[in-house]
């Protein structure tokens, strides 16, 4: 039988694509055979629901009818027909290099995949897609995602060539009112930090979800004696005769931190999900995605 030439064109089409995408695409295929398309309030004609209505809104959005049946004011919600832009962030710093074994992924490498596999399952069902802090105007479709892809592979090369000192929380842009955001890192900042940096966003109404990436030996601590922690982000080191003497007490602060941030999240009306790299990608990407297109807060 001869060769076929459309296999020649399709590895040659392959090859192209920057590494991370074609790894990314692997994750959001298996992800995109079980979901199914947005449903959400928005800008379109079917009914969604009625909400009380909030200082500040235009009377204009208040629906008397309903409202004349009670003592107060109510809003029709409608379901979303019109693709929104969803804002994509993953923390680039030093802390997210971190991997406790050789044949694992490091942190950072797994949130740019499940970052980009998001991407590619949002611009299937239509959405626009932005990378937060980048100059460039968000975009849809396979273009949008290509070009998203080659920005994280640009950064990477540029970090290879030359080591700065990159922020853990992201910097704060302007973002339409009412906009999605999504903010993927080990979130290991100070508290008041992270909750500034949150805040500052749930100001204008914007709707978040975060998605915490951690080390399994960050969430179980499973040295043995002696050991000396050195931070990665120049924090300094700190040395245990007997490490496991100090694990309980570890693994309960760890504990306060994700309630602490779950907590954070929900007052803001956002989305918290956790994650450790020795799990399936996939059903880290799937709890994400149905948060941000069936409104879940948190998994």
Request: glycine share 8%; aromatic share 8%; with cysteine.
């Amino acid at each position: 039988m001869p060769n076929s030439p459309i296999i020649p064109q399709a590895e040659e089409a392959a090859s192209s694509l920057p590494p991370l995408l074609v790894e990314a695409e692997r994750v959001a295929n298996t992800v995109a055979q079980g979901v199914h398309g947005r449903r959400k309030k928005g800008q379109g004609d079917s009914f969604w629901q009625f909400r009380p209505y909030e200082q500040g809104e235009s009377t204009r959005t208040i629906d008397w009818r309903q409202s004349a049946k009670t003592e107060h004011h109510f809003v029709r919600e409608h379901e979303w027909e019109a693709a929104q832009t969803v804002w994509l962030w993953c923390d680039p710093s030093a802390s997210m290099k971190y991997s406790a074994a050789p044949t694992r992924p490091d942190k950072l490498h797994r949130a740019e995949i499940l970052m980009l596999a998001l991407a590619s399952l949002l611009v299937r069902g239509g959405e626009q897609i932005g990378l937060l802090g980048y100059e460039a105007p968000p975009g849809r479709g396979r273009p949008a995602l290509h070009r998203l892809a080659n920005v994280l592979e640009k950064k990477k090369k540029k970090k290879a060539e030359k080591e700065e000192k990159l922020q853990s929380l992201p910097s704060h842009a302007h973002l339409p009112r009412h906009g999605e955001l999504v903010l993927i890192g080990d979130f290991l900042s100070p508290m008041d930090e992270i909750e500034e940096a949150l805040k500052r966003y749930s100001r204008r109404h914007v709707r978040g979800h975060l998605l915490q990436v951690l080390d399994p030996a960050e969430e179980s601590l499973p040295f043995e004696g002696r050991v000396q922690f050195k931070g990665l982000e120049k924090e300094g080191s700190i040395y245990f005769g007997n490490v496991a003497a100090v694990r309980e007490d570890y693994q309960e602060r760890l504990s306060a931190r994700r309630a602490a941030l779950n907590e954070l999240a929900h007052s803001l009306g956002w989305g918290f999900h956790r994650h450790t790299t020795d799990q399936s990608p996939e059903a880290a990407l799937l709890a994400l995605f149905m948060s941000i297109t069936q409104g879940g807060k948190q998994c």
